[in-house]
């Protein structure tokens, strides 16, 4: 195994710098055929090459297993390309819409679910034409709130590109709010520069950063030092990640995650239920997984480190909350709702509410202090 400084992008580079087996290296290069690769230094070192089940290696290295399409999966899972008006723009919900000015990133997830527009092999970068028609449209539609740039990853621009396009948002009157999906602050932390860090600010309107991170050990020194140059130029942060098998599906390692995004002052927002992408059903859990451990995490870790479980619906109807319910209605009905709730508290008792004279007060079991077993 040899240190390398560029981005590895072939079966034959893995294999050299240990991440794969030389003899997988044929079946692999099939996959990279077919969805983009691409493993920074950055992310390369995060791999514990003697582990062959690492959560960070799942989420990066090719698998066969991506060759295997399920009936119910599709190339645009989430429905991009039937709410997208102009090139570039997805106007999905009323006041705020997608700007996707690349599709590239300087990694790829195995897991993306826009695996089949990404990459060197995928949709060109926005021309300058084509994104001076998309901020036509953004100054047409006075709805238009917030602006979410994505792709790919926006900040993979030079900072001069991105400047140009951020301020042209940021003149925009109704235009209240830039938003910048990103891995860049974990894949290339380098990259966050001072320049790239002024080219995201705009007077008078709010920038926000959202981090893409799965897993606890993804949020190295260099990562929570690119994130603290972000923060302490005043861009707040939150954080997306996406619910994958054998990656983040126990208890430990989500609640890690998310304390660990609060400690580096990055707020949990998004946990995603894995899209429905073209061969990525060996990392998907089921519904009913993500709601039990959605369960346990409220029990676990304050409401600071709390994200919101969401399922993009298939076709475009968008994001939806699917965590677990904790209130039932129960009994008869009554002008503006049920006569009574059973709520389930945290430690999986049910009780009555509003109560009633013969409900007494729980008593609180001896073994139980909010926090996960050792087990």
């Known amino acids: 195994m040899t240190s390398h400084r560029k981005t590895l992008r072939t079966a034959a580079e893995l294999a050299e710098h240990g991440l794969v087996r030389p003899q997988d290296a044929a079946a692999l290069d099939a996959v990279a055929a077919r969805y983009a690769v691409a493993v920074t230094p950055a992310i390369a070192a995060l791999i514990d ?24 999966e599709r190339p645009d899972p989430i429905g991009d390309d039937a709410m997208s008006p102009v090139e570039g723009v997805v106007h999905r919900y009323p006041d705020r819409v997608l700007l996707k000015l690349v599709h590239v990133c300087p990694v790829y997830c195995r897991f993306c679910f826009r695996r089949a527009m990404v990459g060197p092999g995928g949709r060109p970068t926005l021309s300058p034409k084509k994104i001076a028609a998309a901020l036509d449209y953004v100054r047409g539609h006075r709805e238009i709130f917030e602006v979410i740039l994505t792709g790919g990853d926006p900040l993979i621009l ?64 260099n990562a929570r030092d690119a994130c603290g140059r972000l923060i302490d130029a005043g861009i707040p942060m939150l954080s997306q990640s996406v619910l994958l098998r054998g990656v983040n599906d126990d208890d430990k390692t989500l609640a890690e995650l998310m304390r660990s995004f609060v400690a580096a002052r990055i707020k949990p927002y998004y946990l995603h239920h894995g899209d429905l992408a073209p061969g990525t059903g060996h990392l998907r859990t089921t519904l009913a997984e993500g709601q039990a451990l959605m369960r346990r995490l409220r029990g676990r870790v304050s409401g600071l480190a709390q994200p919101t479980y969401v399922l993009d619906l298939p076709g475009g109807a968008g994001k939806v909350p699917v965590g677990p319910t904790h209130a039932v209605p129960v009994g008869g009905c009554e002008p503006g709702g049920p006569a009574h709730w059973e709520i389930e508290d945290l430690q999986g008792r049910t009780h009555t509410y509003p109560p009633g004279p013969e409900d007494a007060d729980p008593a609180p079991e001896e073994d139980w202090d909010g926090r996960e077993s050792e087990s």
């Not at 290339?188 to 991170?213: D, N, Q, R, S």
Request: aromatic fraction near 2%; charge should be negative.
């Open 158 to 221: 030079a900072p001069d590109k991105l400047a140009a396009v951020v301020q042209a948002l940021g003149a925009i009157a109704h235009v209240k709010v830039v938003r910048v999906h990103t891995r860049v602050p974990v894949a290339v932390p380098e990259a966050i520069t001072a320049a790239l860090v002024e080219a995201l600010k705009i007077p008078g309107k709010a920038t926000y950063v959202v981090l893409h991170a799965n897993h606890p050990r993804e949020l190295t020194e």
């Open 49 to 72: 090459r003697s582990d062959p089940d690492d959560p960070i290696a799942r989420q990066f290295l090719p698998d066969p297993a991506e060759l295997d399409t399920a009936d119910e």
